[in-house]
């Protein structure tokens, strides 16, 4: 079985400031790992994945995370926050057989 | 412009009725996918489909039914055995088993 826990259901910071968004998975061999943004009454937006290489991904909107396997993270990161960046993330975890597992979602609130 | 059209954006549903969701997708991916989104608990999986003329349940396949024809349509039906149907749906695709990053924009279905 494969999950993903979002240990923050809110996250808030001040515009500019760095914002961190936390992600640990679970799963059966190599992980697929994905961000989306998720605006009210919207579809998911993609932000980046890993799948292998680098550690560090970069995504849209000037997000990146970074895969850490010893310590089964994939924290979403930005250096500065924008107000606009205020919405809901999901973190999510596949081992490449079609199934995507979702964590709960963290809601960001970035102030003015 | 390729994308994912899901139709209607908003639905209502009387008790005992069944209500069929459309999604269609011209990206020409072979896997296409129904989630539904209840508030705090993340995406959970429906149906997939690898290929047309197959598909499989997922995680809460239980009073839902799918079928896939066309390449191009995954059309979930919510059925009167759903005893929660209120929720959002989403439907996405990819274009082999690595699920994640086209979504549809959801339709919101209620139960009145």
């Known amino acids: 079985a494969q999950s993903v826990a979002q240990p923050e259901d809110q996250v808030n910071v001040a515009e500019g400031n760095p914002l961190t968004v936390k992600c640990t998975y679970s799963v059966s061999g190599n992980p697929y790992l994905f961000w989306y943004v998720q605006y009210p009454n919207r579809g998911l937006q993609f932000l980046l994945k890993y799948i292998t290489g680098d550690n560090l991904v970069k995504g849209s909107y000037g997000f990146e995370a970074e895969f850490n396997k010893s310590q089964t993270s994939f924290h979403l990161k930005k250096p500065s926050a924008l107000v606009s960046d205020s919405a809901l993330y999901f973190c999510?975890?596949?081992?490449?057989?079609?199934?995507?597992?979702f964590g709960a979602g963290t809601t960001v609130t970035v102030r003015a | 412009d390729g994308g994912i059209t899901q139709s209607p954006k908003y639905l209502f549903r009387k008790e005992g009725q069944n209500v069929t969701l459309s999604c269609e997708q011209n990206?020409?991916?072979?896997?296409m996918y129904w989630y539904r989104q209840d508030p705090g608990q993340g995406l959970r999986l429906i149906y997939y489909?690898?290929?047309?003329?197959?598909?499989q349940k997922g995680d809460i396949a239980e009073g839902y039914s799918v079928s896939r024809e066309k390449k191009e349509s995954f059309p979930l039906t919510v059925t009167s055995a759903q005893k929660n149907p209120t929720a959002f749906y989403l439907c996405a695709s990819s274009p082999g088993p690595w699920p994640g990053e086209y979504f549809g924009p959801g339709t919101r279905l209620t139960v009145l």
């Open positions: 489909s690898q290929i047309v003329n197959d598909f």
């Open positions: 999510a975890v596949s081992s490449n057989d079609y199934k995507l597992s």
């Open positions: 990206l020409n991916h072979d896997a």
